[in-house]
């Protein structure tokens, strides 16, 4: 061991961890760029990792083919009682989950170095902020660590001053026996996967996967699951949502925090430049929310990360051209195509594509190949402060202040544009029946219709019907200082299949239609599915939709809401008593409007 760790807490468990994982070697982490270089380095020369000539300091990775994307079904919330993980978890009892995962652990880190990451989720010493420790045997999750979360001396020194931490175990699950070759991305095979979550004693255990959420456990597993059923122990909120500051022409700042499903385009609107002029968006968030009540009452927002993970296929000048000037150094890329003057390259990157790559499996590609270059999931991860319209404020401790909420997902029909919440209690019914179609964000089919409440179903950790509960709690707290609650869909095709709306920095028009709805320069129309803007006041200049398109984008069609309150009552009946009565009169007003 490199360092002597003064918390004790700390230091046993990491004893703990060596006598049972029975790793080579074991090295405290500092988050140093030297860590980083020479960590680099050593996967350079292993194979894993590969140089690209085109971006300063920026490397590509592939993974395994079974190791793409994370795992639902091998997820776990593991609580004394199953009721309290609810039905949309996967279940299993602690003592039954550790003993199974104890035996995997026993010498799986054989042949390998165990890293011990000290980080922070939000900036180090925010009264927001919260402290973890990864122990992975993945140089690969290191480097990651290093962009997603601070790792730092810092966080050391307030371990060693005798602050808490939240312990996330994790191993790759492939020992090496002595003299065995390692692979390009060694991981165990799909059914000895479990990403464990034991909420009652915020423990995180994760086996068997190198991949995004499944390896790098300060962002779903403990920024989300973790913290979600810790915030509604201590009366805060932990959100899938992405956090962004918009600027009206008079200088007028309101800040959004938007909850899509993964793949859905969250990173896209963080970053969005809008089409209407005057005004400014700036990213404060991409991917997750804290929020806690401020001084003044109202609902205050950090984002815990400390980079982007984000989806690269889709990803272009034309989509997210801040995205791209996030992504020309100093990124790991993992699953994209490697072009032969040594860059990367993904579907949907503007440009034609090359002629010839390596595609994401490590083969010969052409266009002629019929296949994807890059994985639908490839991802790139990249610094937070690397952002051109990073705000100022992105790591405030305190965080900025919520106007509005946001709710959505992917639906190519029925679901208008944008409509608004009459008040709170709606606004959570809107949230917890929000639908959207499946992406690849999870390894499973895609395309599937599924209701994902808040975005939050495979990362709340706690019974879902709970944490409805805990929604109207926060609206009693926060009172007429809530954020106003909206609900957006950018997917919506028309009947030969093309997308309806242009997106991007177009939503631009629905965000400011938000904001003129919470400073009372406009009006609405009542629907019967929420408030929806006035005629002439979605700000349609120089777009070019055509008129009928805009109408159909907006149209509400009565008998096929109606014909989707048989599936919310399955929805809402999954919980049983643990609904709460609010979320079953939101219904019944609902069908009572539908007429
Ligand atoms: O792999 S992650 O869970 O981090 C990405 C996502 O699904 O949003
Ligand atoms: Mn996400």
Redesign the pocket.
């Known amino acids: 061991m490199n360092v002597t760790v003064k918390n004790e807490k700390l230091n046993q468990w990491i004893r703990e961890v060596a006598d049972l994982c029975q790793p080579d070697d074991i090295y405290i982490c500092n988050g140093s760029k030297e860590e980083y270089d020479f960590m680099m380095e050593k996967m350079i020369k292993s194979g894993s990792a590969v140089p690209l000539k085109k971006r300063p300091n920026s490397f590509h990775f592939r993974s395994d083919p079974s190791d793409v994307?994370?795992v639902e079904d091998r997820t776990y919330i593991s609580t004394t009682s199953q009721d309290d993980a609810g039905p949309t978890n996967n279940w299993l009892a602690p003592d039954e989950l550790k003993k199974t995962m104890l035996d995997f652990y026993k010498g799986c880190m054989k042949g390998r170095t165990m890293y011990v990451i000290p980080f922070s989720m939000g900036p180090i010493g925010s009264p927001i902020s919260k402290i973890g420790v990864e122990i992975s045997d993945s140089p690969y999750v290191v480097v990651n660590m290093h962009i997603m979360t601070r790792v730092s001396d810092k966080v050391m020194g307030l371990l060693d001053g005798g602050a808490d931490f939240i312990p996330c175990l994790h191993s790759i699950g492939a020992p090496l026996a002595e003299g065995q070759e390692d692979v390009q991305w060694p991981c165990a095979p799909i059914e000895n996967k479990y990403i464990s979550h034991f909420p009652e004693d915020n423990l995180i255990w994760s086996y068997g996967s190198g991949?995004?959420?499944?390896a790098?456990l300060g962002?779903?597993c403990l920024a989300l699951r973790i913290a979600s059923a810790m915030a509604r122990r201590e009366g805060w909120m932990a959100e899938h949502m992405l956090i962004l500051r918009l600027t009206d022409p008079e200088g007028k700042q309101y800040h959004i925090a938007a909850a899509f499903p993964?793949?859905c385009g969250k990173t896209n609107l963080a970053m969005m430049q809008p089409s209407v002029p005057g005004w400014k968006c700036e990213c404060i968030g991409d991917?997750i929310a804290w929020m806690k009540t401020g001084p003044d009452g109202r609902l205050y927002a950090i984002n815990p990360e400390n980079g982007f993970?984000g989806v690269a296929p889709g990803t272009s000048y034309g989509t997210n051209p801040m995205a791209m000037d996030s992504i020309k150094e100093n990124v790991i890329f993992t699953n994209c195509a490697v072009t032969d003057d040594s860059d990367v390259w993904w579907e949907g990157m503007d440009g034609d594509a090359p002629a010839h790559a390596i595609d994401w499996k490590g083969n010969d590609w052409t266009p002629e190949s019929g296949t994807d270059a890059a994985h639908p999931?490839a991802?790139f991860t990249a610094p937070a402060a690397q952002c051109p319209v990073i705000c100022e404020d992105w790591e405030k401790p305190g965080g900025v202040p919520i106007d509005i909420f946001i709710f959505g997902g992917r639906r190519s029909t029925l679901v208008p544009l944008v409509s608004e919440a009459y008040n709170w209690d709606h606004g959570v019914f809107i949230g917890a029946t929000a639908g959207s179609e499946t992406t690849a964000?999870?390894i499973g089919s895609v395309g599937n219709f599924r209701r994902d409440p808040f975005a939050m179903t495979?990362f709340c950790g706690y019974n879902m019907g709970d944490y409805f509960k805990h929604w109207f709690d926060m609206g009693n707290k926060l009172g007429d200082k809530a954020p106003r609650c909206f609900y957006v869909n950018w997917f919506r095709k028309s009947e030969d299949g093309k997308f309806l709306w242009p997106g991007f920095s177009d939503n631009s028009r629905v965000l400011k239609w938000m904001c003129e709805r919470v400073s009372g320069k406009v009006g609405a129309d009542e629907t019967p599915i929420g408030l929806v803007p006035k005629d002439g006041d979605l700000d349609t200049n120089g777009l070019e939709v055509s008129a009928k398109d805009m109408k159909e984008i907006m149209s509400i069609d009565t008998d096929g809401w109606k014909a989707e309150i048989p599936d919310i009552e399955q929805h809402f009946a999954k919980f049983g008593d643990r609904l709460p009565e609010r979320l079953t009169k939101q219904l019944e007003e609902f069908r009572k409007r539908l007429g």
Not at 211 to 214: A, I, Q
């Open positions: 994307a994370r991949y995004g959420g499944n790098l962002k779903k993964s793949a991917d993970f999931n991802r964000a999870n495979p």
